[in-house]
């Protein structure tokens, strides 16, 4: 998995400190965590496009979180990250060599094998989808949100 | 995730149908699933390493399972092929930027990105873990052990 998820939830924690009146543009948000601005920018609009973030331009514009923190799961973060593909690709090598000779009946049902891993890739997803930005601010530590504030109205300022 | 776990599953069923008294060589299991030998030689050798198969040399020689079917998880077979790190990386952006006004005692617990991400990982090995090779022969095509062993019995007669 890409740092992508990482520099994605980080930013929306931003984001959701300075509260909804504020906007924070890429380059606000590269300085914050010294992150090359066009490499964050693409994860940002991909956040967009998810409907995880709104964008807005103009000079108060910037990027908002597009909906409170505790409707905003991680699974919505790694998602709009990372692409809708499941991390195990199943290219069906059941039906090669060996087994060009089994019936077709037999590929009616979906492999095994790929079965068992999208199981567990389920897991992940539903670990994921129980978890909310929310609760991430919760567990952050308690300095964490003043200090954001701070550094925003410094930075602005 | 890469397609060696995919080529190790099945070679492992394989070796699983025909049977403890068999063993194939990289050349056979190539040939079994039209798989790249050099390539698919590497995925074998890591099982060897983790354990997950034997290998010996000579006209009886190649892979066997280690141990019985009911023994090995997917995790095992997952673990050996894509290694042990975790698939979400944490690289501290926390401390960079803004973060870098923090006191150091803030840093001493782990990011709460990181322990997401990690408690989502977690139920993804707990799942592989719960899920043996013994529940994929059971969960196959009826007819898939038979014709395994046919296959095995024609490629060396």
Redesign the interface.
Known sequence: ?G?G???G??CC??LAWIGDDEALSTAKLA?????PPAYLNKRLQALVRAGVLTSAAGARGGFRLARPPEKIT?MDVVAAIEGPEE?????E??Q????A???AS?FR?AC??????R??????????AA?TLA??MA???P??PA??RR?HERVNG
Do not use: K, N
């Open positions: 998995m740092e998820v990482e520099w939830l980080h924690l931003v300085r914050w965590f010294e992150l991680l991390a195990f690709r199943c290219s090598i059941r090669r060599g060996a087994g000779e089994a019936p037999e049902h095994g094998v790929s079965v068992a891993m199981r567990a890739e389920l897991a992940w997803r539903r670990e994921l978890q609760d991430l567990e952050a530590p300095s964490a200090r954001a550094w």
